[in-house]
């Protein structure tokens, strides 16, 4: 008879499963063309960035490749401190501090920066790792604002003042938590105008959080980012900017004061208890730090940008093919302005059979459901990268197009590459 804790887990499963939310692991044959991943500028198989990241592991024969313990024992090295400083120069701020993931540096500032009785608000779209440190945290208080919203952040904060004496008098440090390129919608957050609220209505006491996640590598000059590319650094008490994304390595750096950094080597838990970034890895994020520094990936942003408008012109020629004939509703909903980002949201009732078609057309196109996102936004993501070519972009939208008349005849799926073959 198995554990009872073994049926436990099998029940939850099962209730995924039957809500349709059942989670796997995935891979996809490497002839596929990519829509999906957060490898915006290609650097993951940029021949540019393997010679000169073996070149790097070459310069240094006799490092020990493994870190071999927490950066506060033995992990740390001359190597890693010099690199925080070149990305702290990079995105001009004080100094930088690494960590293994963009989730433990989010995860581990959250948990800790905030100081007991200190309030937290954020978008509620962030991210699940800030999330986390913020359940984790000894804040009295964690107020989400509509998404994107400066009015409902303004709500939000007047309320605070209006109820909490503490917050009034700058007794109480507020920290707001927003992301500068939305992941899901492939938004930007009206940063200035959030900068400049927090300033006016909470002081000193407000504390602007930024993660960079996904524009890290994609916005700003050489690549720096929404913060430096607005010039408001010094407005920011801390920002997050991630390795695992268009900089196609692992790790996170989390920018602020010395004093900030000096308080998360003290008490950022997934910093001191955890093996320190081994050699390999520092090395890929120095490479790549060094090609952004040199403008040698600048191309390739200008690239993405051009196709994001090629995208963009490509997708409106569905609109005549966006709505269902038989039940007079939308099939999908074409973003009705130009994103300001690589990342496409096609919101639709059911991504999941758009999504199996362009798969079988050998696509990576995922379809992301809820809980991921809201109730009623389900949708299939569509990320661009600088190593997509035009020709890839119309043969998708041309798959998405097959998809439409199919559901459009009321032509039940059949699936399966040939059939999708034949159609394209
Ligand atoms: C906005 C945001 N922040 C943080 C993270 C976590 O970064 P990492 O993948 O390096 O753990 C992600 C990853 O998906 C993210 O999208």
């Not at 596929?32 to 021949?47: A, E, G, Q, V, W």
């Not at 409902?152 to 109480?172: A, F, M, N, T, Y």
């Not at 043969?395 to 998809?403: E, G, M, P, S």
């Amino acid at each position: 008879m198995a554990p009872p804790i073994e049926n436990k887990m099998r029940a939850l499963l099962d209730r995924r499963k039957s809500l349709s939310s059942f989670r796997t692991l995935t891979t996809f044959p490497p002839s596929s063309i990519d829509f999906s991943s957060n490898d915006f500028l290609s650097l993951s198989t940029s021949p540019l960035l393997r010679s000169a990241y073996l070149q790097e592991l070459h310069n240094y024969p006799n490092f020990r490749l493994g870190s071999t313990g927490s950066r506060l024992l033995d992990g740390n090295s001359t190597y890693a401190e010099d690199l925080e400083k070149e990305i702290a120069n990079f995105h001009n701020a004080e100094s930088a501090l690494l960590f293994n993931s963009g989730f433990d540096a989010n995860s581990g500032f959250f948990a800790c920066a905030p100081q007991p009785g200190d309030i937290i608000i954020y978008d509620e779209f962030v991210h699940a790792s800030a999330r986390e440190g913020i359940k984790l945290s000894r804040c009295s208080k964690n107020l989400p604002f509509r998404h994107n919203s400066v009015e409902d952040l303004k709500r939000v904060i007047l309320e605070l003042k209006r109820d909490d004496r503490e917050v009034r008098d700058g007794k109480r440090s507020v920290l707001i938590a927003v992301e500068s390129l939305y992941s899901m919608d492939g938004d930007l957050a009206p940063l200035e105008e959030i900068v400049n609220l927090v300033e006016r209505e909470l002081g000193r006491n407000g504390l602007l959080v930024v993660d960079e996640a996904h524009s890290t590598g994609i916005y700003g000059d050489h690549g720096r980012g929404v913060v430096c590319a607005l010039g408001l650094e010094k407005r920011i008490f801390a920002r997050l900017h991630t390795c695992g994304k268009a900089l196609a390595c692992n790790g996170a750096a989390i920018l602020g004061s010395s004093l900030v950094r000096e308080y998360l080597i003290n008490y950022a838990r997934p910093l001191i208890y955890t093996t320190a970034m081994s050699f390999p890895s520092l090395a890929a994020i120095k490479v790549v730090y060094s090609l952004m520094r040199e403008g040698r990936t600048e191309a390739l942003r200008f690239r993405l940008n051009e196709l994001i408008e090629y995208m963009y012109t490509q997708l409106k020629t569905l609109e005549p093919y966006t709505e269902d004939l038989t039940t007079s509703t939308s099939l999908l909903q074409i973003p009705p302005e130009m994103p300001s980002s690589p990342i496409f949201s096609i919101l639709m009732p059911d991504p999941r059979s758009l999504a199996r078609h362009c798969q079988a057309a050998d696509f990576v196109v995922r379809p992301i459901m809820p809980p991921t996102v809201p109730e009623g936004t389900q949708r299939v993501r569509v990320c661009l990268h600088a190593g997509n070519t035009h020709e890839d972009i119309e043969r998708l939208v041309a798959a998405i197009k097959d998809w439409s008349l199919l559901q459009r005849r009321g032509v039940k799926e059949r699936g399966g590459e040939e059939f999708v073959k034949a159609v394209l």
